[in-house]
Nanobody, 123 residues
Framework: QVQLVESGGGSVQAGGSLRLSCAASGYTYSSYCMGWFRQAPGKEREGVAVIDSIGRTSYADSVKGRFTISKDNAKNTLYGQMNSLKPEDTAMYYC?????????????????WGQGTQVTVSS
């Protein structure tokens, strides 16, 4: 059974930082495309950052230079380091995994999704 469990969300002031984590189990973690996605109230889910099986990364323009995606294959854990947070970053953040296909932030048809962790940024 595939499980993705996010943690690390919280409430911060603008300019602050948070580190998201996603613990994965139940599949061959290292061979998957992994990603962080977010959804704000009243808005569609959007891709934030992805990392493929060999560590290549891609970011949404809105977070470039402020968000870093990384993974530790030995720990089956995906990370998302968010710096210089803005109020517009406020959303539920989801971890997701895809077993095949392209590894792009524009892709939303990932195979597995976590339950999400809330990030709230106040001005």
């Amino acid at each position: 059974q595939v499980q993705l469990v996010e943690s690390g969300g919280g409430s911060v002031q603008a300019g602050g930082s948070l580190r998201l984590s996603c613990a994965a189990s139940g599949y061959t973690y290292s061979s998957y495309c992994m990603g962080w996605f977010r959804q704000a109230p009243g808005k569609e889910r959007e891709g934030v950052a992805v990392i493929d099986s060999i560590g290549r990364t891609s970011y949404a323009d809105s977070v470039k230079g402020r968000f870093t995606i990384s993974k530790d294959n030995a720990k089956n854990t995906l990370y998302g380091q968010m710096n210089s947070l803005k109020p517009e970053d406020t959303a539920m953040y989801y971890c997701a995994a895809a077993s095949g296909g392209y590894c792009y932030t524009s892709r939303l048809d990932f195979d597995y999704w976590g339950q999400g962790t809330q990030v709230t940024v106040s001005s």
